[in-house]
């Protein structure tokens, strides 16, 4: 089980003091809140990708690469990628070059962007969000195991004899969590592939969720990757833990009122009541974290949401002494007292390797000579068969 | 009307956007109900009554705007709607338009909660100068949800409410309703029709949890292609 914060990357006036940070700021915030995800015992930062203020984080792998450089566990990943607006084939290679940087401390989350301006500023449409999502991955999932791609579809022009660059670190694809919260359709994908479900569990009652994933792991099974409980679901969470309850409320109440996408509506009892949001002491936060795996089944990986609505850096940093050292041990005690034999561990790169290769030295790609161009000769590899004749040289 | 093959039971929901107490919108809608349950148990039928108060949903309300999150009594009113046979629907107009209250309400529905549902409209006002409120606006929004007015719309202003006409129109409201449930029209829309309206996952107060698998988007889902190869004469690949 892995527990990990994951941000908006948000940019939001803090409602108490009246102050905003400045991109600069909270770009610089980021990074310190990335390193103390680690320092408290976390094992994943997740980062989201938007196009538009009052959001910062535009390329995620720029900023990922960079907490890669700066950390040495911590498993970097995205909340979510957008596998509709990017093209897929730069989806590919950039992730590939930041499983490179990170020596596979890596993975990503897909999702859709629910914007719909942003849609043309990349030449897309939010009618076919969904067409989009499901044929960009469809191709992200080739030009990642074949080294040499021919691919026609609706969303982007067709590749001949396309090959994406780098190959994927030891030639096992970074893990792929596909994010989705209302959408059979997507979590049809994560099933068909074996890849992860993730649920951002933070706006709706749980039963909500719950639908969905009972669905990606009846289908994970009927796609033949194994019995439902080794399904690998992942799930968000907002929590918001002080010594006390009442300190936690009256701190957190503030932030809660005016927080984007709920905030002027619920009471933040009523939204606790109805949502898994938690605001209380250590103990509280834990006791309510416990209630997703009753509903939701043993899951692999747990994402808080901390970093939100304004709250400043130290009040960040003071979250994640509290989630590190006083909640997530609890957790992952409590979780892996509870948990199903025969459940499927948390991905990570070297089990992928192992999976793959066994006790095997995993593929290395060795390129060949430039040709001049990506097409002629076959393989563009040293170690792989060509399907198409290469004629020696003079 | 004739008498009844087999006698049913029926569920009728009255939904009030009235917040005085005693409401005239209340009072209005309660009349329309009795003709129609007196209408339907005349005719050997069975009837439940349950009422919505909207005033009484006013808390949670904000949060159903801003986040679709259905707070419990949201949930239950919903519960109700999605297994209604027959809706009473009235509200009091304020500034020529059926009160923000009760169009709130129906604009956070599932657009397939009241699919076929007969429903009385009823509206109150202090003028008869908002007397198309009902026909006008309210009904438009009943048919952006298609669920089905009955062809009399009720509407009492001050005067109204001395005036013999207004009890033969909840009589007429009341006896078409009462025919529209008894016809099953939205239970044989359900049966029949179902499919050729847009759903979501979860829609129609969440009972509408069917998922199918056998979709263009779920072959795509499942590595398969939109694109039709043999619809290009020039593509030679499936000749």
């Known amino acids: 089980m892995q527990f990990g914060i994951m941000s908006v990357s948000d940019i939001t006036r803090d409602p108490v003091t009246?102050?905003?940070?400045?991109?600069?700021e909270r770009i610089d915030a980021i990074r310190q809140i990335a390193v103390k995800a680690e320092e408290v015992g976390l094992d994943v930062f997740a980062i989201g990708e938007h196009h538009n203020p009052p959001f910062f984080s535009s390329s995620p792998t720029t900023l990922l690469a960079h907490i890669g450089a700066l950390t040495e566990r911590l498993i970097l990943t995205t909340s979510?990628?957008?596998?509709?607006?990017?093209?897929?084939?730069?989806?590919?290679?950039?992730?590939?070059?930041?499983?490179?940087?990170?020596?596979g401390r890596m993975d990503l989350m897909l999702g859709r962007g629910n914007t719909a301006p942003v849609y043309p500023w990349f030449g897309q449409d939010i009618r076919q969000g969904l067409p989009l999502a499901l044929e960009n991955?469809?191709?992200l999932h080739r030009l990642w195991r074949e080294d040499v791609v021919d691919w026609e579809g609706n969303f982007r022009g067709p590749l001949q004899g396309f090959t994406s660059t780098p190959r994927p670190l030891d030639d096992v694809p970074p893990f792929v969590w596909h994010g989705s919260i209302r959408t059979p359709e997507i979590a049809e994908q994560a099933a068909y592939y074996g890849n992860g479900y993730f649920a951002n569990n933070i706006f709706w009652p749980k039963e909500h969720y719950k639908r969905l994933i009972d669905f990606y792991r009846r289908r994970f099974e009927a796609h033949g990757h194994g019995a439902q409980k080794e399904a690998i679901v992942g799930l968000g969470g907002q929590a918001f833990i002080a010594k006390s309850s009442q300190d936690a409320r009256d701190q957190f109440r503030p932030y809660f009122n005016e927080a984007p996408v709920y905030g002027n509506g619920p009471r933040m009892e009523d939204f606790e009541e109805m949502t898994p949001l938690s605001v209380g002491s250590p103990q509280e936060v834990i006791d309510k974290t416990l209630t997703f795996r009753e509903a939701f089944g043993d899951y692999q990986r747990q994402l808080f949401l901390v970093d939100h609505a304004g709250l400043p850096l130290n009040v960040v940093l003071e979250q994640l002494e509290l989630l590190g050292g006083e909640v997530v041990p609890v957790l992952r005690k409590e979780l892996d007292a509870k948990r199903e034999p025969?459940?499927?561990?948390?991905p990570t790169h070297a089990a992928l390797v192992k999976a793959k290769y066994g006790d095997a030295e995993p593929r290395q790609p060795r390129p060949n000579a430039n040709r001049g161009d990506n097409v002629t000769g076959g393989s563009p590899y040293q170690d792989s068969e060509s399907s198409v004749a290469a004629y020696p040289s003079m | 009307m004739t008498t009844p093959v087999t006698p049913e039971t029926y569920r009728l929901v009255v939904v009030s956007a009235g917040v005085s107490d005693p409401s005239s919108t209340r009072l209005l809608a309660d009349r329309a109900t009795q003709r129609a349950v007196a209408i339907l148990e005349s005719r050997g039928h069975t009837v439940t009554v349950t009422a919505i108060d909207l005033r009484e949903l006013l808390p949670e309300l904000p949060q159903a705007l801003s986040s679709q999150l259905m707070g419990p009594r949201f949930t239950k009113a919903i519960e109700h709607l999605q297994a209604a046979d027959g809706i009473i629907a009235a509200a009091p107009v304020y500034k020529a338009a059926a009160s923000g209250l009760f169009s709130s309400f129906f604009q956070v529905l599932d657009n397939d909660l009241l699919i076929g549902k007969p429903v009385i409209l009823a509206a109150t006002a202090g003028t008869a100068r908002h007397a198309l409120v009902v026909d006008e606006e309210m009904r438009s929004l009943f048919a952006y949800l298609r669920a089905l007015p009955v062809p009399t719309g009720l509407f009492a202003s001050t005067e109204d409410w001395t005036?013999?006409?207004l009890g033969t129109r909840i009589d007429r409201a009341a006896t078409e309703l009462a025919i529209l449930v008894e016809s099953g029209f939205a239970r044989k829309v359900r049966d029949d029709s179902w499919a050729r309206y847009q759903h979501t996952y979860g829609s129609a107060g969440g009972t509408e949890l069917d998922i199918d698998l056998d979709s263009d988007m779920m072959r795509l889902a499942t590595g398969g292609s939109l694109r039709d190869a043999a619809a290009d004469p020039f593509d030679l690949r499936d000749s």
């Open chain 1, 18 to 24: 009246g102050y905003t940070p400045s991109e600069a």
């Open chain 1, 80 to 103: 979510t990628t957008l596998i509709t607006t990017n093209d897929p084939v730069r989806i590919a290679e950039e992730y590939a070059m930041l499983q490179h940087l990170t020596k």
């Open chain 1, 137 to 139: 991955y469809n191709l």
């Open chain 1, 342 to 346: 025969g459940t499927a561990e948390a």
């Open chain 2, 163 to 165: 005036d013999k006409a």
